[in-house]
């Protein structure tokens, strides 16, 4: 028996104005409970662009917000955007249109700020607040004139998550801090429900911190990532980020795409954390990890490779480029044939540095699954030579072989190489890391020269950094997952003059302390 057509129309007719009451009813409640309805929107109410960084205020951000975000000596430019017109807000009493900027002096590091945000009738006050993780002061020790006039570098890791390099800090001599920025997130959230609210990136990292002198002026670059594509623990990609003296951005560097690489199925167009170099005004040697099917097959396994992808790029124009598909041994000399292990990619090569030779201008990299140090000319993107590793051509004895390196730089006439020390996989061979120095013969393929620097007991499984402080002295950055020191500054002959540590306690024999690299400039 089936239903008339009338009936079906009233009792449809009903469903509707019941559920339309039902959804007025809701609405109402909704927008009683919320002083901020953005009508179910996940866009921001509003974002404030605080020292070039852009930090969206929900909704539901409420009461106090903590800016772990930045901090200078200088006062930060901040700036409002909006797409509300009814939205207006008022920084520290003074109005603050959508459009306009203004300065955030930050008198100290534990100085506060107030934003109070309209929306037609409704108020609502927020306190920023800045103030910094505690990992990341560190303890001092030792007077010395090594370091005057010149100031520390780091990237650290202050997290639970010792993978991720999350917090970039500027130390005086003395250890005061001079600037830090981080997106640490000690509340794991980006828009909170309730209570202290949060202003950071949650799943974003930045890290590896330098500081560059061009033109007589002084210039800042860092890493940050980009969200949506692949990343890992070991590494990371996205894109590096030039400021000037006063850490206004003036720069944001990716590799570039040029299609020369395509038959690989290669596309750069990012840049990886673990180098890069400030050449001159909008000259760049940038690195990339560029995934590609593997052109070889490990264990029947691995079907994609991170190819090493280097390029100078000038005034945003490639002026050279490198793959290490031009150099196949970069692709079967592999110490321990890295599989990563959380991803679907295999790190035969895990280029952890790049630097040009200021003697012939060809570029020296530091290959650390490899074990190997090699330089390549740029004109035919051939390897010249091979330190290290299974292809060595230098014929290293035992006491001048390093393990797993980092950050190798052809200074003066002398190669500085820091030596982790480790097996691969990273366990610890049972020795101190240390700097080493390297005179070579590159067309005898002979060393000349070789020196040790150590402190006979810190060491780091992975990252780390050595380098000379002039002619004065050295500077070694223990790097990640180790124990002894964070870094130590030694004189001309060697000796310890300046320990730079943990001031929180440490967990058994391991250091509290992780850093990238520790650098003086």
Not at 91 to 120: C, F, Q, Y
Not at 206 to 229: A, E, H, P, Q
Request: hydrophobic share 30%.
């Amino acid at each position: 028996m089936s239903s008339s057509p009338t009936g079906t129309n009233s009792r449809a007719k009903i469903i509707c104005v019941i559920l339309a009451v039902l959804v007025i009813a809701f609405s109402a409640v909704y927008a009683v409970g919320k002083v901020f309805y953005l009508t179910g929107e996940e866009k921001p109410l509003l974002t404030l662009s605080i020292a070039g960084e852009d930090y969206p205020i929900y909704e539901s951000n409420e009461g106090k917000v903590v800016l772990r975000s930045a901090w200078t000596t200088s006062p930060m430019p901040i700036s409002l955007s909006t797409t509300h017109k009814e939205v207006s807000v008022l920084l520290n009493g003074k109005s603050l249109s959508n459009g306009d900027s203004d300065k955030m002096a930050l008198s100290s590091m534990e100085s506060s700020h107030r934003i109070t945000v309209l929306n037609g009738d409704e108020k609502r006050e927020l306190t920023v607040k800045t103030g910094i993780p505690p990992e990341a002061k560190l303890k001092f020790s030792g007077e010395t004139n090594i370091d005057s006039g010149k100031t520390y570098l780091t990237s650290m890791l202050t997290s639970k998550n010792d993978s991720i390099m999350d917090t970039i800090v500027e130390y005086s001599p003395e250890g005061d801090i001079l600037f830090y920025r981080t997106v640490r997130d000690e509340h794991n959230c980006v828009q909170p429900e309730k209570g202290e609210g949060c202003f950071l990136h949650s799943d974003t990292s930045i890290g590896n911190l330098d500081k560059w002198n061009i033109d007589g002026k002084s210039y800042y670059s860092y890493f940050r990532t980009v969200r949506g594509i692949d990343q890992d623990k070991s590494w990371m990609r996205g894109e590096f980020v030039v400021e000037d003296s006063n850490h206004n951005v003036v720069d944001t560097v990716r590799t570039l795409s040029t299609g020369r690489y395509d038959k690989f199925g290669i596309s750069p167009g990012y840049a990886e954390m673990h180098d890069f170099q400030m050449l001159g005004m909008r000259d760049y040697l940038v690195l990339d990890y560029a995934p590609q099917k593997a052109p070889i097959k490990i264990d029947n396994l691995q079907e994609y490779a991170l190819t090493t992808h280097i390029q100078r790029i000038k005034n945003e124009k490639v002026i050279w480029e490198f793959n290490s598909n031009d150099d196949p041994v970069m692709q079967r000399a592999s110490q321990g044939n890295v599989p990563n292990g959380e991803t679907k990619y295999h790190d035969d090569i895990h280029t952890n540095s790049i630097s040009i030779d200021p003697n012939d201008g060809n570029v020296i990299i530091s290959a650390r699954n490899m074990d190997s140090v090699m330089k390549i000319d740029v004109n035919t993107n051939e390897v010249i030579w091979r330190l290290g590793g299974k292809h060595d051509e230098f014929n290293l004895p035992a006491k001048e072989k390093f393990l797993r390196q980092h950050h190798a730089n052809m200074i003066g006439d002398t190669l500085y190489v820091f030596n982790n020390g480790v097996h691969p996989h990273g366990e610890k061979s049972g020795s101190p890391s240390t700097g080493m120095m390297f005179s070579l013969d590159e067309k005898a393929r002979k060393v000349t020269g070789h020196q040790v620097i150590s402190d006979g007991k810190s060491y780091g499984r992975f990252a780390g950094s050595f380098m000379p402080v002039g002619d004065k002295g050295y500077l070694i950055g223990y790097g990640i997952s180790g124990g002894g020191e964070a870094a130590t500054l030694f004189d001309a002959h060697g000796r310890v003059v300046k320990t730079i540590g943990d001031t929180q306690p440490t967990h058994g024999s391991e250091r509290s302390t992780n850093t990238y690299r520790f650098l003086l400039r």
